[in-house]
C-alpha cells in the first residue's frame, strides 16, 4: 500500500512539474496509461476527479505545442490519423515531411480547424 502511494505522488509530481511546459505527447499517453493501471489497480486512492484534474493538466501541455505529430493533431482534433494524412495529401492542411513523418505547425492546423468552420482551437498565450 506504502509503494501505491508513493507512485500516486511521484505521477502527482510529475505532473505538476509538466504543468506550462511543453512535453512530449508519448510522454502524455504514457502518463495517462499509468494513471489508468492504477486506478483500476486500487480505485479507492484516485478519485474520479483527481484523475480528471491529472488528464486535464495532461492534455493542457499537449495543447501548448508548437509543432504536431499527425498521431497528436489527430488527437487534438478527435479524428483519426488517416484523415490527417488524407487532408494533407488534398492540400487542405498544410504540413512538412521530414524523413516519413509529417510535421504540422500550430498555425497551420488552426487554420485549417478554422476552415472547416471550428472555433479557436488554441487558447493564446496572451490569455492566460
Known sequence: MNDINQRRNNLKKQLEQARGKVIDSELIR???AQLDRLA?????LLGSSTLEEWEDTLKE???RKEVYTVKEAADLLHCHENTI???IKRGKLKA???GRDWRISRADLQSYWKSLGGNQLFVE???E
Open 30 to 32: 504514457q502518463k495517462l
Open 40 to 44: 483500476e489497480e486500487h480505485p479507492s
Open 85 to 87: 494524412r488524407r487532408e
Open 125 to 127: 498565450d496572451s490569455e
Open 96 to 98: 512538412s515531411k521530414i
Open 61 to 63: 501541455a499537449l495543447m
